[in-house]
Structures are given as C-alpha cells and as structure tokens.
C-alpha cells in the first residue's frame, strides 16, 4: 500500500458512520446550549438522545452479521460490563449504610454514565470503511474548528457562550476543562495522520486539525491536558518510528507541535503554578491571594478529603458519588481545615456547597474502594495493551485506529486527573471513543 493510500478522499459512507458523526457535535456541546426534558430526578439532553440513536444504529450493525467485529475488543466490553456493574452494585450498598444517601439521584448518574459507554463498542461496529472513517474524523475536526473560533472570540474579549474574560482561560462551547480535552483529542488526530504519512487533502485537513487543536488546547489550559498529551505523543512516536513508517518531517512537526501546545497551557497556567508553589511553601504569598480560591491548592484539599473517605470505606468505598454528599465527606472537614490552615475558606465544601473530589481516581478510591480502582486500572490496561501491541505489529490500516484510539485514551488518563466523575460530559465521550477506536482493527480502507 503506498504511503498515504490508507487516508485518502471518502466516496461512499454507511448509514451508521452517518448517525454517529451526526451525534458527534451533540455530544460535544456543553449541557446549557443543548434543550433538555426533566423526567423526576432524572434530566434527558439531547447529546443522551443522540447517545441512544448512536446505540440503536450498533445494534443494527449487529443484527446485519457485524458481531465478528467486536472480537478484538473482547478484553474491553469484558472489563467495561466488569467497572459498570460494580458501580450498579456500589448505587446499592449504601443503602445499607446509617449515613444518608440520595439514591435515586445517584442512580440515575450511574446509568448515564453507562449509557455514553455504548460509544465504545459502536465505533468498530459503524466505521466499517475508509469513508466512514474519513467522515467521522472529519467531523471532529470541522466542529473543532467552529469551537476554537468561539473560543478565540472569547480570548478577544467578545462576550459570547459566556466566555471568562479578555486573555483568559475559556470554555468554548464545551467548558473549559472539556474544550481542552475536545481539542487534544482532535490534535492526535492530526499528529497521528501525520506520522502515518497522510498525503493531499487528507494531509491539508490534518493540518487543520493541529492547528484548529493546538490553539483550542491552549486556550483551554487544562495542565491536566498537558499530563496526558505528552506521554500520547511519546507513544505515537515510539510506535511509528519503530515501525519505520514516518517521514523525518513529520516527527519534527509533531514534536514542536506537541511542545509548542504544551508550553503554550504552562504560560497560560504560570500564576496558578506560582499560587502552588506559594501553597506549598516554596515562595511567599501576599494576604490578599490567600483569601481566594486557587486552583491547585484546592484541588490537592479535596483530594486530601478523598482519601480521608477512603481511608474509613478501604475496601469497597462509600458507595457511588457518596463523595459529594456531605453526610460522606462533612465528617473530614475539621481534619482537613486542620491539616490546610492556608487555604482560603471558600475552597471548603460546606453541608450548602459540594465540591466533589475532581480526581477520577481519588473519587473511585473514595466512591468505589481498592476494587473499584482495580477494575478501572484493568478496563485501561484492557482497551491500551491490545491496542500498543496492535499499533506495533499490525498492518497499517489496522493499526492507525489502534494507536489513533491508544493515544485518546493516554490523553483522557490524564485528563481524568482533574475531573470527578459527571455523567454525559464530553470527557466521557472522548473516553469511550478511545476504547472503540483502540478496539477497532478491521476498517475496509479500499472501499
């Protein structure tokens, strides 16, 4: 196959590739701009509508004989049925408990949150040819490019999707921590087509995508990002230099755009790394700065309350979402103003304001106990190991989606390190995206 065959122009397109690029700009819409229906405790959105038309046209998939394509991601669904229904299980067990516990509220979370997994098995099961594969990229990229443009609006000082102000961090149409991830998401994409050797108007649109998501990533300074982005990067060159495929061009572009990107969120992040170093005692802070709520020092404060939940519930948690009630975490609080005297008051959850624990894995620990973090550990391993192995060894057309997928779901583990568990977020889009693409191995590139 000559190089830059594999991504070439899409002529035809079936009609689950189309449902799930329709669903695709849904489910990266931050909730506000998207109408919704509350039905009791629960509230339907239309990215939840999207999710389940997405679901339904999988399920056509397989009653037309599309089940072998599954098989390679067998170590997935496995672990995925594995972590979901252990937090079915954890909505359950504190119902046991004298603490009180909102279970329908938490219930409803935990199926929503198993409602975006579909994601994962769908993309093998839809994106069956080159031009299925061409379009969903493709529209990744072109609504990345409409979220980057609200977002440097934003920058400017425009007032719109209620940006944060003239040179600051900003939300997009996602929200801040969701536009960055969005974005890294979409600069793999580039960065990957790139060391596969993407050549004419699949190469431009490439091009596109990492400039479109380098400058979203900026702009959206998640560090969290920059955790996850880095070691992707690093994976996606050591798997294609290893295969010898990438032109020396190419690794030079990905490597000063992954450090350009990088730098650019470190800059932009440079006074809350300074409140950090304040916090922990590297460098002095006036009066007035530590009267207000800075980013890291609070975060490093609910992950400290986290702990202190898992510390009481070490086995199997406190129970689905529990950290954020303050029947769960009011008991740590003395102990924690006791142990971060400096920290300003409002970064405190309080019985009125629950700030949750912003760690996936502190709040799995927390939530879902040394299990719970076992079988997320092995959900990870599961869609990243089969897929390094097959971005490795496999020919070209099965392993672009491999390392494709790997590189998402390296960059969301980073990501995670900063966000709690919410359901129906793009975070958990992107997430679940990785496990479908990493599982993907049997794309018709000629059709």
């Known amino acids: 196959m000559p190089r830059g065959a594999l991504l070439a122009l899409p002529r035809n397109v079936s009609a689950g590739a189309l449902v799930l690029a329709i669903a695709l700009p849904i489910v990266f819409l931050h909730v506000n701009y998207q109408p919704s229906l509350k039905a009791g405790p ?28 599954l098989r390679p991601g067998v170590p997935v669904w496995t672990a995925a049925i594995l972590f979901l229904a252990w937090i079915g299980a954890e909505t359950l067990l504190p119902l046991g408990s004298s603490h009180a516990y909102p279970f329908r509220t938490h ?27 061409l379009l969903v990229l ?61 050549s004419g108007a699949v190469r431009k649109a490439a091009w596109v ?6 400058i979203g990533f900026a702009i959206g300074g998640a560090s ?13 060159l050591f798997v294609t230099v290893r295969r010898g495929s990438p032109r020396r061009a190419a690794v030079v572009a990905v490597v000063a755009a992954t450090v350009l990107a990088s730098l650019s969120v470190v800059v932009y992040r440079s006074g809350d790394f300074g409140h950090f170093f304040s916090f922990i005692g590297a460098r002095h802070t006036s009066a007035a700065a530590s009267k207000n709520i800075q980013t890291y ?58 700030f949750g624990v912003q760690d996936l894995y502190v709040q799995t620990l927390a939530d879902l106990g040394i299990v719970g973090l076992a079988l997320l550990t092995a959900l990870f391993v599961a869609g990243a190991w089969p897929a390094f192995t097959a971005a490795l060894s496999a020919i070209a057309p099965a392993a672009f989606p491999a390392l494709l997928g790997l590189v998402w779901l390296v960059l969301a583990a980073g990501l995670w390190s900063a966000q709690g568990i919410i359901a129906g977020i793009p975070l958990d889009a992107i997430t679940w995206l990785g496990f479908g ?5 049997t794309v018709d590139w000629s059709a």
């Open 107 to 133: 219930v409803v979370t935990a199926g929503e949150f198993a409602v975006y997994a579909v994601l994962a098995p769908a993309v093998p099961l839809l994106v069956r040819r080159r031009a299925d594969a």
């Open 138 to 198: 493709g529209t990744l990229i072109a609504w990345s490019v409409a979220a980057t443009l609200v977002g440097v609006l934003q920058w400017c000082g425009w007032e719109i999707a209620a940006g944060w102000g003239q040179g600051q961090r900003e939300p997009s149409f996602l929200g801040t921590q969701d536009f960055a991830g969005y974005s890294g998401m979409v600069l793999a994409i580039g960065l990957v087509s790139l060391l596969f050797g993407a």
């Open 224 to 236: 969290s990002g920059v955790i996850g982005l880095l070691p992707a990067v690093a994976i996606a």
């Open 437 to 441: 693409a990493a599982a993907t191995r």
């Open 297 to 354: 020092p609070q975060h490093t404060l609910l992950a400290y309350i986290g702990l202190r939940i898992w510390e009481r519930h070490p086995i199997v948690g406190a129970g689905f979402e529990a950290s954020n009630d303050y029947a769960t975490y009011g008991p740590e609080l003395p102990a924690a103003h006791r142990r971060f005297p400096t920290v300003a008051p409002g970064a405190f959850p309080t019985a009125s304001r629950s």
């Open 209 to 214: 995508a990492i400039v479109s998501g380098g």
């Open 42 to 69: 629960a509230t339907v959105k239309l990215s939840d509508v999207m999710v389940l038309a997405v679901a339904l046209a999988a399920v056509a998939a397989l009653r037309t004989g599309h089940l072998a394509r």
